[in-house]
Structure formats: C-alpha cells, structure tokens
C-alpha cells in the first residue's frame, strides 16, 4: 500500500511541476478554451459514457458512482493526440502529449465512498498568423484551467446511489495577438494574462438493479448548475517593428485589468444501459450544457457566437470469459463507442462539432484474481469544417491508463 501512496503522490507532483500544453486547436481561442475530456481512459474508450459504475474502477464523471466502490483505487490516465489541420488553402500537423488525470478513491463503508484528484477541463493552445507584402499578424495563445475536486457517493438504497463533488477550479492562460501593416511604421502587440479561480459543483445519482437473473439495469443522471469563476487580468501593450518574421519590441507599457467574472455552464446528463454482469454492457447518453451562457474575453472577436451545446454518446464493453484461467486475452476488457457533439461554438455562421469514435482494452495486471488492470485506448475524429474560411481538424488519441487496486481501513486478523 505504502509503495501504491508513493506512485500516486510522484505522480502528483508531475502533473502540478509539467508546464503542459494540452491542445493545439485554433478553436481554443474562443470562450475560455477548448473543453477537456474529463473522465477516465475507461470512460474514454467506450464514447466518453458515465453511466456504467462497479466496485472497482473510479467514474469520474458522476459522484454517485463512488457508492459502488469496494477497494481502495488509485487511477492516473495520459493521452498522446495527433491532429491533421487543413483549410481551403493550407495543411498543418501537430501533437500534444499530457497527463490528464490523477485520481483516488477510497470505501469508508459498505454503502460509502469518497474521492480524490487533479483534472484539466479547459485548455489553450493556438499559433496562428499571417505574413504578406501588406500585413503582418500573429496570435499566440497557451494555459489551461485544472481542476482539483472532492466527491462522496452514498448508497440510500440497495442499487441507488447519491453523490456530490466540491470542485475548485484554477489556472492560467497567456494570449498575444501582433498586427502591423506595410504602410505603418510600427505595429502593435497586446499580450493579456489571466489567473483564474473559482469554485463549482457536481451532483449525481446512480441505479443498478436487474432484470432478471442474468441481465441487469444501470442508469445515470449528473448536474452541475452555472457557476462563476474570477479572472485578474493583466496586460502589456507594446509597439513592435517587424523585421523578417520577426517581432522586435521598440516600447511597452504595462496595465492592471479590472478583474473580470466568467460564467461556468450548467450541464445536466441522462443515460441508461443494459448487460450481462462480468459480460457485457450497453448504453447511451445525452448531455445538454448551458453554454449561451459563456461569457467572451474582452480580446476576443464579435464573431464568436455561443448557444447550448449538446452531445450524444454510444459506448459499452465484452468481457469473452471472466473466469478464464487458461486464456489470458479472454479475461481482458474490450471496449468501444462513439459520440457526436455540438460544441456550443458558431464562427462565421458555422456551427463547431465534434465526431468521435473509441476503442480500447483493459488488460488484468497481477494475479491470475487480481482486480488491478492496465487501460489502452483509441479515439479517431474530427471537429470544425473548412467552410467559410474555417479550420477543419482530424485527430487521432492513443489513452494509456492505471486502475491499480488495494484495501484500507481493514482491520487484520490473526489465529
């Protein structure tokens, strides 16, 4: 258990000290950047669905879940994306690399749980510019907003669980954005720095019941009311002289923003599935977020246009032989969905969404019994469009996770 403590708190320590760049999407421009897949690489790989609970992986996705939790579980996840970008007139690739959560969940009792741990759930990252005989123009931007939460579940009833997470939210993002014209004889440059913080909520409940001896019945409900989150904002202007591609800076002068309050959107979930315990799984999911709500930068153009969002989501696993002793592979986990989603975001008159379709394994680590298991997991997909002088992207996400198991607060017995 000791040895477990240790991994977790390195791993800690690496997520709070790595400066991580989490996106590279010019669509993180907009509202406070791009949104974060906040769950587990087992969630991930089945389309990204809260809906399935067991008694020995954390959900991160909804609070309830931890009612169900039988052992001590420490989970950390990282993603490697690759991203083909193309507009009308142009191609680009690039890759990010991130630790994207770290987690614990303990059992205090048959029927109660409570949970522990670091999430990112917005993202900045974008470079973008122009470089002609009559303009010159660049904008930069890069930061992340983290999230460190607390959950409790609770079993009220035998199969229905209600739960709630304390959620604060915290992080920096940097944005500069350079103009200068031919005709001119120095530009511009504005670079603002935001420190963000604020404190939000999630609440959940959880059902598990049969339908019959050999099937069972798992449904999901999760809502997080809008919340604010504050941001001091300080900015530099400067006037610059480009030389070549270069920015040199001739003068700057340095002014403190009065502090500004951004709107968290309410999000609320349904889903429902079916299976066979220890076989296999089915469900689907609906998420609708409150996004009209988002409140722009004061940098950030008029042409953005914020409605609600919404999402829909297919995903379960196969289990070929639990209890095989003989066939390693036919006591892995295999997992699958898809999902589509409407981001909320309109440019230009373009509605932004996002299609995504996941695959992935759970492989047992250990003994032949053990609980514990390595988690790989594949998304392809593809969000924005190349119409109207947009950015069209197709991504690929290779998940890599740890679900590592024990028992605390047990007492030992000795004859």
Known sequence: ??????????????????????????????????QTFKGTIENRSMGGIRTYSDSIHVNLRNPASYGNLRLTTYTVGAVHTETWAETNSAKETYDNTTIEYISIGVPVSKKAAFGFGLIP???VGYDLGTLTEDIY?????????????????????????????????????????????????????EVNETDFSGVSYNF???YNGNLSDKYEIQASATYSPESNITGDNFRTLSTISISGSS??????????????????????????????????????????QGTSSTTNRTFAPATAIFTDAASYRLGGYYIPDYNSI?????RATYRAGLRYEETGLQLNGEDITEFGISFGIGIPVGQTRAFSNANIGLEYGQRGTTSNGLVKENF???????????????KRKYN
């Not at 304390?166 to 954005?177: C, D, I, K, P, V």
């Not at 001739?250 to 709107?263: A, G, T, Y």
């Not at 003989?326 to 036919?330: G, I």
């Open 1 to 34: 258990m000791i040895r477990s403590i240790l991994i977790v708190l390195v791993a800690f320590t690496c997520f709070t000290g790595m400066a991580q760049q989490r996106t590279s999407s010019p669509y993180s421009f907009f509202g406070l950047g791009q």
């Open 121 to 123: 759930f917005q993202s």
């Open 137 to 189: 123009t660049n904008f930069e931007g890069e930061g992340s907003l983290n999230r460190a939460y607390f959950g409790f579940g609770y079993q009220l009833s035998k199969g229905l669980n209600i739960g709630g997470e304390l959620r604060y939210n915290f992080g920096q993002e940097t944005n500069s954005s350079s103009v200068a014209l031919a005709n001119v004889q120095y530009g511009t440059n």
């Open 204 to 206: 959940g409940l959880h």
């Open 247 to 288: 920015e040199i800076i001739v003068d700057s002068e340095e002014f403190d923003i009065p502090r500004e309050k951004f709107k968290l959107p309410s999000e609320i979930s349904l889903g429902i599935g079916i299976g066979e315990r220890l076989k296999w799984f089915a469900a689907a999911e609906y998420t609708l």
């Open 326 to 330: 003989s066939n390693y592979w036919k």
């Open 396 to 410: 690929f996400n290779i998940s890599l996770g740890l679900s590592l198991n024990d028992r605390w607060f047990q």
